[in-house]
């Protein structure tokens, strides 16, 4: 998915990408518009926090939970 948004840069072993502005809220949206074409289906809100996008460990906590 990073790929997708144009950032090869990030990959499994990054961490802290919010906190550390590794990310910013344009990627963000950009990873969320990608999990929804994954998924097939609109993300909930209640997913989309800063938490669920610190590391490739939680967004695939939140895909888990999703799906």
């Known amino acids: 998915m990073f790929n997708a948004i144009n950032r090869s840069d990030i990959?499994?072993?990054s961490r802290n990408l919010v906190d550390d502005d590794?990310?910013?809220s344009m990627d963000m949206m950009k990873l969320i518009?990608?999990?929804e074409?994954?998924?097939?289906k609109n993300?909930?809100?209640?997913y989309i926090t800063p938490?669920?996008?610190?590391?490739?460990?939680a967004i695939k906590n939140m895909l888990e939970?999703?799906?």
Request: charged share 35%.
């Open 65 to 67: 939970e999703v799906i």
């Open 11 to 13: 990959n499994e072993n």
């Open 43 to 46: 993300l909930d809100a209640k």
């Open 33 to 35: 518009l990608e999990i």
């Open 37 to 40: 074409k994954f998924i097939g």
């Open 51 to 57: 938490d669920n996008f610190e590391d490739f460990s």
């Open 22 to 24: 590794i990310i910013d």
